[in-house]
């Protein structure tokens, strides 16, 4: 298997519309098996061995048959980078035609960000808003940045404002006014999700296909923590962005719109994954041809993410893979 996804390597850098996670092109590294196109595309600084999930991600996409889904679109939501004053809100919001769930960044300048949830309140008044903070506030600075933040309205709920999962029990304890809490990085940084008790620490489970090693393994994730879920990408490309909605597409419940339209962030992806009425239907295409050729990494780049797949192969990916009976 190995080899075959080393001769089928393909890799383009997508430029972003604005930086996101300080990110301004997304490097994608594709691989096409029989069953479609896998991405693997981890931040460049990841080890390795954070590499592995989305690199068994990637496989499952490409070698295995995804399970049967049970809807046809899927409802999704805005994604506001961490930018600001009222154009460029404004401007954002309207990549995300008919959205009315808005995930806000913030934890880097609490002014800032305070102003950018106010701002798309006003452009939207009856937008539900969820904050993505990244882990990034003590206890104590979410205490007080989500007090004055339900001054201004209420919002859908918090993805991890803090880091460690004694830092969540302590915040749900002290919260004065009910919030609702998702778990991200506590989840899929974790070196065994299944081994998590999260209980009294988070209320929603946030589900990213290739940090958490694909469709099986988030469901197994889903089933073990029994707690509603959202899912998210991770600033994927169309071929990744569509098996997150292979995913959503299988839950029995989804009760909220899914972190699936990052695509609007880039100003070219692989192929079009519409936003029609807040919603993208779920479908798999095929790469363009034209964008294939027109934003591939040069041979020196090629080559060190080729290295790259194969230190992430050793490092655990290959027991993975034998363990779910993919080799052949």
């Known amino acids: 298997m190995l080899d075959s996804i080393l001769e089928s390597i393909q890799v383009v850098a997508l430029p972003t519309k604005t930086s996101f996670r300080s990110v301004d092109t997304r490097e994608v590294l594709l691989i096409q098996g029989p069953h479609g196109w896998g991405e693997f595309s981890p931040f460049v600084e990841y080890t390795p061995r954070e590499c592995v999930p989305w690199l068994v991600s990637a496989i499952e996409s490409a070698y295995v048959s995804p399970p049967t889904k049970i809807r046809e679109w899927i409802p999704v939501n805005a994604t506001m980078p961490a ?28 002014a800032q960000d305070l102003a950018r949830i106010e701002i798309v309140r006003q452009l939207i008044p009856n937008a539900k808003i969820r904050l993505d903070v990244n882990g990034n506030w003590s206890v104590e600075q979410a205490l007080e940045i ?5 001054e201004l309205g209420s919002i859908e709920f918090v993805e991890q404002p803090c880091a460690t ?37 988070i209320d929603i489970v946030a589900l990213k296909v290739a940090p958490l090693g694909g469709i099986k393994n ?67 295409m095929n790469p363009n041809p034209q964008i294939l050729s027109e934003c591939a990494v ?17 490092a655990g990916a290959d027991k993975w893979v034998t363990k779910e009976g993919w080799l052949s």
């Open 83 to 110: 930018v600001n004053g009222e154009q460029a809100i404004a401007e954002v919001l309207s990549w995300f035609p008919g959205c009315t769930s808005v995930k806000v960044k913030v934890g880097i300048d609490n």
């Open 146 to 150: 989500l007090e004055k933040v339900s």
């Open 165 to 201: 999962e004694s830092e969540l029990r302590e915040l749900k304890n002290l919260l004065s006014t009910p919030i609702l809490i998702a778990g991200d990085e506590i989840i899929r940084k974790s070196i065994d999700p299944l081994a998590l008790n999260l209980d009294a620490a």
């Open 218 to 284: 988030c469901l197994n994730i889903a089933k073990h923590f029994q707690k509603p879920v959202v899912v998210s990408s991770a600033l994927d490309s169309a071929v990744g962005i569509s098996y997150g909605l292979k995913l959503a597409s299988t839950l029995s419940q989804l009760p909220y719109a899914c972190g699936l339209a990052t695509g609007a962030l880039l100003a070219i992806d692989l192929y079009e994954l519409p936003i029609v009425n807040g919603a993208i239907k779920v479908n798999s």
């Open 298 to 314: 040069s041979g020196n780049r090629l080559d060190w993410w080729r290295d790259r797949v194969r230190q992430t192969w050793s």
